[in-house]
């Protein structure tokens, strides 16, 4: 079973604001953290956001603060990241993450760390201009 599901991609319009989601079929999503990448064309995979297990605390890439936003909702076993003001550059294939490590051990002054134990396939999303 694939542990870790994203959906949500496709062409959107600069400007505007969408929404990612992923689910977790494979694993008992509460017990998670959970992590959004993403990895644009000719570039390595960078870390937009995580979220502890209770979703109270939330971190952001260095150069992601403003635009993203990460949630999620333990009841619906259900990770969301909502982007807004989107700009081509945006355009990447974003991945969801998921870790049993508390949040405090997947983030730096760096960033969001990449070691998460599951990833999903990702998904593409594409900002038109």
């Known amino acids: 079973q694939v542990p870790v599901v994203e959906s949500g991609g496709g062409l959107v319009q600069a400007g505007g604001s969408h929404r990612l989601s992923c689910t977790a079929p494979g694993l008992t999503f509460e017990n998670y953290t959970m992590g959004w990448f993403r990895q644009a064309p000719g570039q390595e995979r960078e870390g937009v956001a995580a979220i502890s297990r209770s979703g109270l605390s939330a971190y952001y890439g260095n150069s992601m603060k403003g635009r993203f936003t990460i949630s999620r909702d333990n009841a619906k076993r259900t990770l969301y990241l909502q982007i807004h003001d989107l700009k081509p550059e945006d355009t990447a294939i974003y991945y969801c993450?998921?870790?049993?490590?508390?949040?405090?051990?997947?983030?730096?002054?760096?960033?969001?760390?990449?070691?998460?134990?599951?990833w999903g396939q990702g998904t593409q999303v594409t900002v038109s201009s």
């Open positions: 993450a998921a870790d049993e490590k508390p949040v405090g051990w997947l983030v730096d002054g760096l960033g969001i760390r990449d070691d998460f134990a599951y």
